[in-house]
């Protein structure tokens, strides 16, 4: 996993999981505590997450709510749409450009 980026967007590549859980929510804290405004992470460049790697993301939702900010999701790759559906956490989460509608399901 790397991330690169500074307080405003961050761009999250590789693996997010339970291997790389502690060193991801140090840096989203720190970018969080040190910015002002909206916080965009940039998943294009993400291989996976399992569910220790949303919950880093659901903790950072939590954290920038606290300190007056937004966490902004861009460019989630549509397997993990498909799982942020899944969990109804695409109702919860800012996600730029929305869902796919590929994503949801049919009714």
């Known amino acids: 996993m790397h991330i690169r980026g500074d307080h405003a967007e961050l761009?999250?590549?590789g693996r997010l999981d339970v291997r790389s859980a502690a060193d991801a929510r140090t840096v989203l804290h720190a970018a969080i505590d040190d910015g002002a405004?909206?916080?965009v992470l940039n998943l294009t460049e993400l291989?996976?997450?399992d569910a220790t790697g949303?919950?880093?993301i659901m903790g950072a939702h939590r954290r920038a709510g606290?300190?007056?900010r937004r966490l902004v999701l861009r460019g989630v790759p549509p397997q993990m749409?498909?799982?942020l559906v899944a969990t109804r956490l695409h109702r919860i989460l800012a996600i730029e450009g929305g869902i796919?509608?590929?994503s949801l399901p049919r009714v």
């Open 11 to 13: 761009v999250v590549g």
């Open 100 to 102: 796919a509608a590929d």
């Open 37 to 39: 405004d909206d916080l």
């Open 47 to 49: 291989d996976s997450w």
């Open 54 to 56: 949303l919950g880093v």
């Open 81 to 83: 749409q498909r799982l």
């Open 66 to 68: 606290r300190a007056g």
